[in-house]
Each structure stands twice: as C-alpha cells, then as structure tokens.
C-alpha cells in the first residue's frame, strides 16, 4: 500500500471480555439460555438481548398446540453432556517442533476444549454431544498469534504428517469441522481467534484489513468506535469469524445494501502448504488472470488457512429504520417481493415469513399488559376484523432501510405503494425491530427444546423467481408426508421464510422440528428427512446451499449438482495446492492421497 | 432449468448484415475511415456514426500544435498490408479428423483470415501487420456452429497434438492472439462466432442464456427488442464477443449501475481438454465449494474454450440522460469524484479527463457555422470570462443517467450539488453525450495517425483514491522524461482520464503517443516506453491492468504482482485442468510440458 502511512489509523487491540465466554454444550453465551419458570412460562435467562429476562406466556402453548403435544416442563430428556470423548493421539515429534515458537498457554489438549473445536452446530452433532458420541475429535488446540506461527506450523505439520483444521467460530452447519474417524494422523484444531485485530483502517482508500480470527461483533464494534461497518452481519455474527465467512462464502443480512462476502472483500492472504498467497497492492478491481485468492471462497478450511484479509469500508448508515408489512397470505406478498425487486433497488434487509413462522414470532412476544396489550389487541383487530385477513393465512414482511435520510424515505415510500397494490398493510417499524431481534435469540431455542424431546434444524437454499412457490410446497408436503410415513408423534413443524432476494431469484430459509419422544435413533431420522428435504430441494430447481456451505452434510450430492469434470478440476485443485493433504477436514469429499 | 418451458423466450438468429464487414488492416468497419479531404480537413468516411459525414477543421490544428510537429497531408507513411504472412503448417491428421464433423465452409487456410485470427489491437501488432511482420500466426481457422462441435475439435486436438486457440472479436490490446513463435504444433484458431445466438430469455428469473461467440452490438439488438439489456457495454462492444469478455474479465462502462463481467454472469459452459465444466440448474447465488467457473474469468484462452453463459438481465431503463460538468482543475474535478462515490451510488457512467483529453474532444467537434457557433462562442465566453476558467487548465466530467425518472432526477440534483461545491459548472448534456459517443470513433483515429507517422496507444490501470493523483502526475512526467531522453521529434502526447469509480478507488485510462518520423524501430520505442510507464505505475501503487488484462503483452510483471505461491498455484492449475497445453496460446506464462 503506498498510501502515506500517515494516513492509516492503527486501531488499539481489543481486551477481552470475559462475560461474553460461550456455553460449551449450547448454541450461544454462556450468560443466556431459555428456561421454564414457577409459572410453566418460557423465559429467557440473562440480560444480553432485549428478550432476557422477559416472561414469555405464549411461547410454550403454541409449541404444545403446533406440535400436538403436551411438554410437559417435568419430563425432560436428561443431557448427558460431555459423552465419551476420544482420548488425545500423540505425536511427540511434532508437539516438541512446536514448542519451539508457541509459548505453552497457546497449546492444548483440554478434553472439553478439544471436544468443542471438533464440532459445529448441526442437529446431529449437538444431538451427539448430549446424548451419543463423536467418533473422532482433534487431538490437540493450537492458538497462534500471527502469520509467522501459522506458517511454522504447516512446516511442523507437514514434516511430522499431520493434519491441521483451521477454528474460528465453530458456527457451521455441515459437520464441516467433524473429524473423519478414519483419520489416522494427528488432528491439530488451529484456532484462530487470537488473530483477531484490526489491523490498520485506511479511511482515504475505504478499506480495512483485518485478522481472519476477527470475530463478527468485534469488527462491528471496532469499526463502529471509528464510524464505520464492513456491512457484514449474518445471524452468526456474535460468534462466527472473518476467515469462517471467506471459508464458506458467506451471506449477511443486509447484502442488498452492502453485498455478499465475495463483493465485501477485495483481498486475501493465506497460508498455505506451498507457502503464502499474498498481494503487495489492494486495489478496487483488477483484470490479472485468473484470480487465485477466490478459490478460498467456499474452500472450508480445504486449502490453505486464511490469516488476514482486506475488506471494504462503509460509513455507517445516516438513518436506519424497520418496517414490517403484513399481507393476507403467502402468495400476495411473494408477488409484492417479485415486483419490488423488478422495480427498485432492494432495502437493506427484507424478508417474507410464512404464517406458521409469523404465529411463531407473535408467539414469542413478551407478555403484554396494560397500554401494550390494547394495542396488540387493536392491531389484532384492525388486521382481522376489518382487513378480513384469516389468522392461519396471514403472514409478515420485516424490512430493513439504510442509508441517507432522503434515500430511506424515497425507499420506504416506494415499498410501500408496491406494497398496497398486492393488498399490504403497514404493521410499524416496532414490529419489523423485534422480528429481526428474534434472530439472534431463535438460535438459543433449537437447543432449549431438544431438551423437551424436541429436535429442529434449519436449512437453506437459492432459487429462481418462477420455481420458488413450488419449491416451498413441494418441500412441505412432502416433509408432512414423510413424517407421517414413519408415524412420529404429534405434527412435525415446518416453516419457510424468503430470507434474501435477487435479481434472478431468492434465497429460502426453511425451519423443520418434530417431537422425538418415543422414537428411535431420532437424530439419524431425522438427517434422513433432511436429505429427502434437499432431495426436493434439488428436484425442485433449487441449489444445494445459497450460504450455508457443503461440509460433509451435502458433500454425497455434489455430483448431482456439478459436472463430472468440475469435480475433477476440484480434486486436482486440492491435489496440486495441498499434495499431502495436510489440511485434512475432508469437506466436499476432497481428500488426499492417503485416503 | 425447471422454469416451465412455455415461459422462455426462443429468439429467432440474427440474420447475417454484409454492410458490418470489419477491416482487415485497421480497427473497425470498413465503411468507416478517417480521412483528410481537399480542404486539408480531417473528415470520417461513411454514414455509421453521428460524427460520419462531417468536417472536423480543428482536428489536425490541434494535433500540430499538440505534437508539435508539421503533419503534412500528402506526407504519408506508406503501408504494405499484409505483409508476409507464414505458410500454413500442415497436420494432416487433424485436417482428416475435423472434416468428419465439419462442413466445407466451416474450415479455412486463408492467408488474410489467417493473419487477422493471429493478432489483435496493440500498436505492435497493428504496426507489425503493415510496416513489419508477424513471426507466426493460425495455420487454420475453423468455425464451430454447436458445443458438439467444439467438444469433437478439442478430443481432435488432443489426438493429433494440436493447439487451439479460441477467437471472439480479436479487440484484446494485450497481444493475447499472438502466435508464440516457437510453437511447432499446428495451430488452429476456433472462431466462435458462428456460434453466436441468444439460446433463450427467461423473463421471470430475468436471464438470458447466450453463446459465447455472440458479438455485443447483437447482444444489446436482441436483448432490447425484448425490452432487456444485459448491462455491459465496453468501448468494444462493436466487435467484442461474451466469451471475450469472460476470459479476459472485462469492464464496461455502466458498470456503476450494472456491475462488470463477474457480477453480471451467473454460469459459464466450458469445454475443457477433460469433458465439460457445466450446471443443470442456475440459481442467483450458492455456497458449493470452489467456484470453479470462476476459474475462467480472466484465463484468456488457456483453460478452455468457453461455448455459452447465462447472464442477468435488467429492463431497459425508463430514462436516460446525458450530463457534462466542467471544473477549473482536475484536482477540483477529482475531489468531486472522490466526494461524489463516498456520498452517493454513482450514476451509471462518470469521467473526468484531463485538459488534454478535454481539448482533443473539443477538437473533434465537427464544423460549426451559424447557431452552433455563436453558441460555442457563448459557452467559452461564459467559462473562461465569467468563471475565470484558464483554457490550458480546465477539464470536463461526462456523465451517464440510467434509471427509472424519479431516480435520474434524484441522482442529477445530487451530484450537480456536490459538483458545485468543488466549483463545477454544468456544461449540459449535449457535451456529455459527445463526450461518449466520441469513444467509438477515437478507436479509428490511432490507426488513421499511424498513416502520418503518429503512433499512439492505451493502458490503463486501478488505484486507490489516495495515490491515483500522484500516479497520474508520476506517469505523465516520466513519459515526458524519457521522450526528452530519446531525443523524439515533436512533443510527446500524455492525457489521462479517470473512467470508473469504486469505493475503494479508480480506474485510470491514459492515452501515450508520439511522432516517430525519423525515429528507428518506433513500433519497439513505444513499447519501452509503455513498460516504463507500467513499472511506473506499479511503483506509484496501481495494477497490472484494471481490464484489458495481461496476455503476454505484461506477463513478464506477473511475479511483480502476484506471490511465487500463487504463481505456482496458477501454473498447477494450468497442468491439472490442460495437461498437454491443448490450449497453447500462452498468455500469461502459461505453458505446458513440452515448452
């Protein structure tokens, strides 16, 4: 960079907090968990989110009334967290090369530790923490502090054969950090997280490069503190890192407005097993041949560890405003979002729930009294009694809008009159608030209700405009029919949300839960409804991930959805740039020699 | 594609137009030529273009005063066209192989065809072609029609040890066509322009699948009478072709409102030296791993040969308004830019030229009597009298509106404000659409100049906001410099313009020529002189190239700009995907075994 040094800002490395450590056995911090209280309410202990601490008398009736079962709050399916974990494989050789360069509070062989950086949050696996096993975990937790450790570590693990596995957020959901059990070299976990500065901010050039342990909400708050954002916010932005979203190609919330993370970062430095791919200049957008640094896109943790990366600067927005329109079914505000998207620059943010996850996210208001009530109670009224709309068909659109006054108020002018021509009626800005703050708490009752003999997953896709009605349909019929085939008890609870738009398209998110008392190996049934889900999914015209990634989860399906030679250019890829395959995850099938 | 087939659009092929036959000596139509008349006018042959037909009196003036030099019209320096052309190499086999499948007409060994397929738009080869010569070109050109075809070519190839060499429009300026002169294969150019329809438009995901030998002045016809533009628009698009433009990841000029190439397709076919890299299903936007499409942008002919892509499309825009701002300075007018991209989403095009470039489009201005004159003479009154403008010092901003009207509004009254406060006066948008139509015909010029002893060319580079005025200051001095030092006759030609805009910096275009009379070798001069100027630019913080790309005419900088890991990478990659360097034209260093 020739910028004149001058020029950069050198932000103060963050402290750290140690009230924002994480539970080891759920989703989250360790400060916040949903519970039952004296009242047989849900409620949400802690005091991080707007819902902690607030009593939430509708949740559990609606669970009991969706799911057509009782939960009982005294009948609960007892954790047996941590199971069995696998003892630590050694190899002297390589634990005394790195003794030379890493200082002894940087390597591990903790048992809880280890079981965590061997995990992501799939059912399957939180389901195995509690109640099975995971056959192979790593062996050992290195945590290095700069490019240089990073780089003697791949030559230790590359001399004394061993496999490394780059951590950042354990926040995947395609057991992308599950260990193979057939792996018979060492498995080091390489956290990354204390690579996690900001290294320097360029305020003359918009542009900031940052460690690939970066975690999500500390970028956002060391950016802010010097008024900016990278615009990056997917719902795992408490946990997740830097180098986790370039690993899986990331998608955030508002990437209409600020773009997905392959448009949010301009460069990438990566070590790898033949050395570092690195750039000496960072410019806008450059025409040099094939650009290496974007096959690290996607690559999770296959190819090299990423260290650092240069991202795009935004200043943060002048106005900021929610909104939520409710239509009278599904239909009508798919078509709202297709002319939307036809006619005008999106809004930031801007989803479309269906009517089970509507009643879902009314169900988990706190409990109203007095002027509050009233109001709920008159917009009940308004949207029912004089709109007609039936309660079982209505469902909700939360939007986001960022960005000059005048540019906000031109957008929401413009969405709405769209809006009201497919029969739209403006709900407020508080009710578009609390439906995207309910993101971030929804990630804690996945794990709350297994304890209630309920287990539920998400899963994504991206389509296009003419194929996506059918492909929702045709997901829930069928997971409904399936699920009665195999008999499960009480109805199963599947839910769609149009989470992000395009110009050709739309990502679709999809919750499913059902309740597993009495029924056998349910994890395992589980996975297999999720597989005939993107069985239908693929059938349908939908891809197999718009973000979440392959993992080892969808890796069987690659060769229905890439051609015989991409796959091939993919193995031969992985075998040129890692020959003996030391960063051995073994995600999308791509192996080494050995195996 | 599951979209029912009832809602894709089948456009009928374009019928052949015999009136845009190309030249074979010079850029462009052969219907249109500069030329100098009875008068001693600079004039332009033909009807094609706005400016065909006219008288430009201030043309040749202003090229004496600025080169300094004499430019006597009946001085030319003759041109030998073609010059020789090597004997086609004979492969017997091949020849045998390919007539199996290809028609008559699809197969051809002629001299001039073979010339041009060898070469594409630097100075040398322009130069070479008429006043020296080229060491190697095509021994046989063919014309694929369909995938199969091109599938057959390559199995054929590699049977018979050919090199195939894809050709779209032939428009590079990066000697990207260039026949390695060591090569000992047969080397066949595949001209994709045969395959070049519109396959279908899918109005409802709003895409189009389109071949890759599609030219982009049919594209843009096609597209529009469906209401559709697919948004990009280089200073090519004449002759350019969509496979071009992915290989060598192309810009265009609207990409503020559209994006560039990479934004703009959403999947490439390709036929590989190992069967097809291709999809069933396009969606908007998916996490799979490695994108390996993403492989092919910027390949320029080495990795395959792409047959089609799938493009989005946007309506055409509602409305669409030229603008011109002219500022005292070009520091006024690039503080406005740098306030204008951090404040506001750009218009779909905005450029500011220096004063040079701002008095050359002046100079090209056809004859004006009566109205126009006087209303000229007003507007210079108006600039130079009332506002103090100092004529050797001003520069223009030519701008682009694209959107629906409220928008264009929304964006003409912002950046006219903006512009105001760095002292710029609106010119109208007469002078702005000028500005843009005279990119068309300035690609004749050079070559018209090289008549009269004038060589001339275009590089480019990005760069962050910071140094891009240094880097344009740092350029022009030391081309100056080493002019001087070579004793050139006359003044050199320097001119600079900044021709896009990203948050993060610019893209810069220069335009380097000088009088080369008398001078020995000029054709090699220049080309010292470009790289001087490249390593100038390298050293002053810009890119390689922003998009034409690098081909082998900067090749030789790649280790300059790219790790020794990446470089390895890349040529791995190479060996993996074409392990016998089927496609053989060698940019980029790229190589097989046998070289």
Known sequence: ?????????????????????????????????????????????????????????????????????????????????????????????????????????????????????????????????????????????????????????????????????????????????RCEAGETRMIVSVDMRRMNRVLWIDPLNQMACIEAGAVGRDIMMQLAGHGYTMGHEPDS?????????????????????????EDLVLDVTVATANGKLERATCVPRESIGTDLRRLMFGSEGTLGIITSAIVKLFPLPEAQRYGSILFPDFESGFAFM??????????????????????????????????????????????IKIKKFDPDKMVACTLVFEGSHSEVAQQEKAVYEIAARHRGVKAGSENGRKGYQLTYSIAYIRDFLMNYYIIAESFETSVGWADA????????QRLAAESRRRNLPGKPFITARVTQVYRTGVAVYFYFGFYFKGVDRPSEVYLELENIAREEILRSGGSLSHHHGVGKLRQAYLPQVMSATALKW????????????VFGVGNQHLTGPRM
Chains 1, 2 share one sequence.
């Open 570 to 581: 993919k193995q031969e890829l992985k075998n040129s740039v890692d020959p003996t395959n």
């Open 469 to 476: 009605l059918p492909l929702i349909a045709n997901v829930k």
């Open 1 to 177: 960079m020739l910028t004149t040094k001058d020029s950069l800002i050198y932000p103060e490395p963050l402290r750290p907090n140690t009230e924002d450590a994480e539970s080891e056995d759920v989703w989250g911090f360790r400060d916040t968990r949903f519970s039952i209280n004296q009242k047989g309410h849900a409620t949400l202990l802690g005091r991080r989110y707007e819902l902690s601490g607030k009593e939430l008398p509708r949740l559990l009736p609606w669970i009991r009334e969706t799911l057509g079962i009782e939960l009982d709050p005294h009948d609960t399916f007892p954790s047996s967290f941590p199971t069995y974990i696998p003892p630590p494989q050694e190899n002297l050789a390589f634990h005394c090369a790195i003794k030379k360069f890493l200082r002894p509070d940087q390597i591990s062989c903790e048992d809880r530790a280890r079981l965590r950086h061997g995990h992501g949050q799939t059912q399957e696996e939180m389901f195995a923490i509690k109640y099975d096993r995971l056959a192979r975990t790593p062996d050992l937790i290195v945590s290095p502090e700069s490019e240089a450790e990073v780089t003697r570590l791949i030559e230790a693990a590359k001399i004394h054969d061993v496999s490394l596995v780059p951590y950042g957020g354990g926040t995947n959901v395609t057991d992308a950090l």
């Open 237 to 261: 932005v408490e946990f997740s890192t830097l180098g986790g979203w370039i690993a899986t190609n990331a998608s955030g919330m508002k990437k209409n407005k600020y773009g997905n993370i």
């Open 338 to 383: 297709t002319e939307m998207t036809a006619k005008m620059a999106p809004p930031a943010s801007i989803r479309l729930v269906d009517n089970t996850q509507f009643q879902f996210s009314q169900s988990l208001k706190p409990g109203s009294s007095g002027w509050r009530a009233r109001k709920s109670a008159m917009e009940r009224f308004f949207v």
